[in-house]
């Protein structure tokens, strides 16, 4: 085997990444730890490399966990005795050995060498590393001889069968197959800008989207491009954009953003002239959102407090953006696809039923109220708007229009609602195509 040439401190290139990433993947596959909480800057190890190495191990964990069915398929089909019950580091190990042969851009020797020591720096795995060595070899070889993914179903692989089943139920077995396959596709990133879009594409070496948002191939520090410490943008998906635009026009007007944070409607709705009182129960995710009101030099009245339980108001508008199993923000956050459960639903939409009631008692006579989830699930979108509509027949849904969402006819369900889903907007290049799955809907009290 050929090994990598070692540092000058006696250290092994790229393996300090390596072992974070083994640390971040067992902390979400075993103790079901949010990735984004294991890639923020409170994570001391990460922040200690250079911007290249935390770049490396972002991918190498995002990758893994986007094809975790695949991986683990792949690595499972080579074990007879499958893997070792007492030593956590070894599926980690060969996780990110097999992702870095079969999806990045990694000599095989180099990912095959890596894992390994992964495991002989690991007490209760050292035992398995010539284990790790032979499996991942075999995968190497098979991938070089017959490119081992062509023979793979990767979308089905790749989602969970609750989730693949919910899918074909509601959508169809051709459009199911399509959100899945795009959730596999690292997004692009988006940016709501305050002004200018095209000026800001050209200057970002972007593109304008329907809705006007900003969308680039970028790469490093998103703090390192122009126009970010001056407050000119900020990161939104595009389909996270919408909500806010259902409320028309709101200059002047009295809005409550509830389960506001961190912020990205609550900053389009002051940059477009509303008075917003911004309301979220968790103190760390407002301080996250006054930070960023701040960079963008806008402010708004923030509270803390149970959007379920809080009766300030009353308000021209509310928007509600309620917690839900944000299945359609796998394509960001494919740790989600894994981390989340069918049970958690019943759960959530309690929760979903209580806002949507305590939201509806903050409006003025004549007030709307825009209620949005990031969820492919019915129950936590169509079916809740059903719920309310029984519960409170004096509320009444107004259907969008075409027009009312850029154009994207495609977007409106029978009922008059938003759907966006991860397959829709293709592009030719697979980078800059798709968008969040969002649903969300417009309401007015008389």
């Known amino acids: ?21 083994a640390a971040i993947l067992e902390a979400v596959i075993r103790r079901r730890r949010p990735l984004d909480e294991e890639l923020d800057d409170k994570n001391a190890a990460l922040a200690a490399l250079d911007e290249r190495d935390r770049a490396l191990v972002r991918m190498l964990a995002a990758t893994a966990l986007r094809h975790l069915g695949c991986l683990r398929h792949a690595i499972g089909t080579r074990l007879t ?18 992702v870095q042969i079969l999806f990045l851009d990694v000599p095989d020797h180099a990912a095959v060498d890596l894992s390994v020591r992964l495991v002989r720096d690991d007490r209760h795995a050292a035992r398995y590393a010539n284990l790790v060595n032979a499996v991942l070899r075999a995968i190497a070889r098979e991938n070089a001889k017959s490119s081992l993914l062509a023979g793979l179903d990767l979308p089905a692989l790749d989602t969970p069968l609750w989730l693949m089943q919910r899918w074909n139920a509601h959508y169809g077995a051709q459009t199911a197959r399509a959100i899945a396959t795009a959730n596999a596709r690292e997004p692009a990133l988006d940016l709501t800008v305050k002004s200018d879009p095209a000026g800001w594409a050209v200057r970002l070496g972007g593109t304008v989207l329907p809705n006007g948002s900003v969308r680039l191939l970028a790469r490093g520090p998103v703090q390192a491009l122009p126009g970010f410490e001056e407050g000119e943008w900020w990161v939104q998906d595009a389909a996270a954009a919408i909500p806010a635009h259902l409320l028309g026009d709101v200059r002047g007007k009295f809005i409550a953003d509830l389960c506001a944070a961190p912020g990205g409607k609550t900053a389009q709705l002051v940059q477009a002239g509303a008075r917003v009182t911004a309301v979220d129960r968790s103190r760390p995710r407002l301080q996250r959102l006054a930070d960023n009101l701040r960079r963008l030099r806008l402010s708004a009245e923030i509270v803390a407090a149970d959007a379920a339980e809080w009766t300030g108001g009353p308000f021209d508008a509310v928007l509600l953006d309620a917690p839900c199993l944000a299945t359609g923000t796998i394509r960001r956050h494919p740790d989600i696809a894994w981390l989340k459960d069918e049970r958690d639903l019943s759960k959530l939409c309690a929760l979903q039923t209580r806002l949507l009631d305590r939201a509806a008692t903050l409006l003025k006579p004549g007030g709307i109220l825009v209620y949005c989830t990031c969820s492919l699930e019915a129950e936590e979108g169509e079916h809740a708007i059903a719920g309310l ?40 290049d697979s980078r800059v195509s798709g968008l969040d799955g969002f649903f969300a809907a417009r309401l007015i009290r008389p």
Do not use: S, Y
């Not at 070692?6 to 072992?19: E, Q």
């Open 1 to 21: 085997m050929n090994h990598p040439e070692k540092t000058a401190d006696g250290g092994v290139p790229g393996l300090a990444a390596r072992r974070i990433a």
């Open 81 to 98: 005795r499958g893997l070792p019950a007492n030593a956590p580091a070894v599926e980690c190990a060969l996780l990110l050995g097999t």
């Open 389 to 428: 509509l029984g519960r409170n027949p004096a509320m009444r849904r107004e259907p969008l229009t075409p027009a009312g969402v850029f154009g994207c006819a495609e977007f409106i369900t029978p009922q008059g609602d938003l759907r966006t889903l991860p397959c829709h907007w293709p592009a030719a």
